[in-house]
């Protein structure tokens, strides 16, 4: 079942994200991610959520996600991004079915 990461990030080292934010697509499409949203303006109409940076990818399933995030060569990545912001992360499936193999 296709699924999606939401992700609030809040960059506090932009000269020291920018490793970051030049390697991660190829992860992501490694793990057939695709982004639908990448820091784009955004609006709250409700509730007291406060996203600084919202992301939005779509990937085959929820395990893509958990693989592209236990990637071991991800592991660099994922140090940089801890280091230089703040991010939550969130997966959610989707309403369409598998993806036909083939």
Known sequence: ???YLI????????QGY???????????AKYGGVYLARGGTHE???GNWAPTR???FRFP???AIKNLLRDPE???LKAIRHATAF???VAVDGLEPDPPSG
């Open 1 to 3: 079942m296709t699924a």
């Open 7 to 14: 992700v609030d990030m809040a960059i506090h080292d932009p």
């Open 18 to 28: 920018e490793g970051y934010k030049r390697e991660v697509p190829a992860f992501v």
């Open 44 to 46: 709250v109409l409700e």
């Open 54 to 56: 919202v992301l939005l």
């Open 61 to 63: 399933d929820r395990q």
């Open 74 to 76: 991800y592991q660099r």
């Open 87 to 89: 991010s939550d992360l």
